[in-house]
């Protein structure tokens, strides 16, 4: 079984920083790209930032110069360094990944269970 586990959320000020974790365990192959994505209360899931195998970022316009993604291939797990805060940050970050098993089945949409992040005003 494959499965991402995100960490590191919670309650935190506007103008102050935050750091997310998402874990990618079981019999991985392969991690090509991973992601972080959040949801706000009444709103559609939106991406964040996305990083490659290669080291590739990614960032919507709206998180640019304050987030970010980083990974360690070593250990499968993909970071956002989240700075500068903003009310309008607040949402449930989620995880993604696309990977290769170790039976060479590829998923290329895997989601994490999600972690909480207020930002208060």
């Known amino acids: 079984q494959v499965q991402l586990v995100e960490s590191g959320g919670g309650l935190v000020q506007a103008g102050g920083s935050r750091r997310l974790s998402c874990v990618a365990s079981?019999?991985?192959?392969?991690?090509?790209?991973m992601g972080w994505y959040r949801q706000a209360p009444g709103k559609q899931r939106e991406l964040v930032a996305t990083i490659t195998g290669g080291g590739d970022t990614n960032y919507a316009d709206s998180v640019k110069g304050r987030f970010t993604i980083s990974r360690d291939n070593a250990k499968n797990t993909v970071y956002l360094q989240m700075n500068s805060l903003k009310p309008e940050d607040t949402g449930v970050y989620y995880c993604?990944?696309?990977?290769?098993?170790?039976?060479?089945?590829?998923?290329?949409?895997?989601w994490g269970q999600g972690t909480q992040v207020t930002v208060s005003s």
């Open positions: 079981g019999t991985i192959f392969s991690i090509y790209a």
């Open positions: 993604n990944a696309d990977l290769l098993r170790s039976d060479f089945r590829r998923t290329r949409d895997l």
